[in-house]
């Protein structure tokens, strides 16, 4: 208690400097608006007992709960932060500190504004924390679903495979690039070669300068979505210059966040390195932190 307590004082103090208002939702909603926008991860909820009626699950994050606040509350715009648990019935990897009941701090920008002002902003948060918590070196990827879209298109992927797909791709990070192809066309019945040329764009990432060679790309410029992702990605890089934080944004084409409530930028912080002590075995957490438009 006494590590997290000082965790949350600090991310919870850079959410106030940013102007966000605390807020909190019940830990269990009715199951059917949870789930809406889970795409194949809805198996990971934990439902309650059925009380006269009413089907209710434990809240997996704490977005859905922010979206459904503001919908019945009708509220325009509002900037909320929300550190609260949430329960996720998968394998729980205790190596890696992931456990089925944990807890997640949340920043939310909801309402109209200039282009990617609120995304830029959320990325800074992001970074003025990971640095602040001293965990070392960290990269955060950015894509943006319209060009993960739009790739799918192009290469050749069937609209109504697009999310399953999606879901494959989000494992890279864990999986190694055959074993995510495998699972394309043998579990999901993917053609060969749409694999392969969706192969040669997910194994690309780099800065504003991979933004400027994707528009001169043959296949992707083709497409009106992956071009609408692109000029945002362009003007989110100005914007992460000004901020001074672009040397710790990476434009990857690989990221693509399981979640079908995503529509346009999307993000994932990972850990470089962890130090080691002699003789331990270098630790690999994955994301430490995400989110997205």
Known sequence: ??????????????????????????????KETLTEKYGEDSGLMYDLKDQGGELLSLRY????????????????????????????????????????????????IAGQFDPMIPDAECLKIMCEILSGLQLGDFLIKVNDRRIVDGMFAVCGVPESKFRAICSSI???????????????????????????????????HGGVSLVEQMFQDPRLSQNKQALEGLGDLKLLFEYLTLFGIADKISFDLSLARGLDYYTGVIYEAVLLQTPTQAGEEPLNVGSVAAGGR
């Open 170 to 204: 989000d494992k890279l990070d864990k999986m190694a690039w055959k074993d995510v192809r495998h699972e394309m066309v043998v579990k999901k019945g993917l053609a060969p070669e749409v694999a392969d040329r969706i192969g040669d764009y997910v194994q690309c």
């Open 1 to 30: 208690m006494v590590v997290r307590e000082k965790i949350l004082d600090l991310v919870i103090s850079c959410f106030k400097r940013h102007g966000a208002k605390g807020m909190d939702t019940p830990a269990f909603e009715l």
């Open 61 to 108: 994050d704490l977005t859905v709960p922010f979206a459904r606040y503001l919908a019945m509350n009708k509220v325009k715009k509002m900037k909320r932060y929300h550190v609260g648990k949430v329960w996720r019935r998968e394998s729980p990897t205790i190596v890696q500190g992931r456990y089925r009941e944990f807890c997640q701090c949340d920043f939310d």
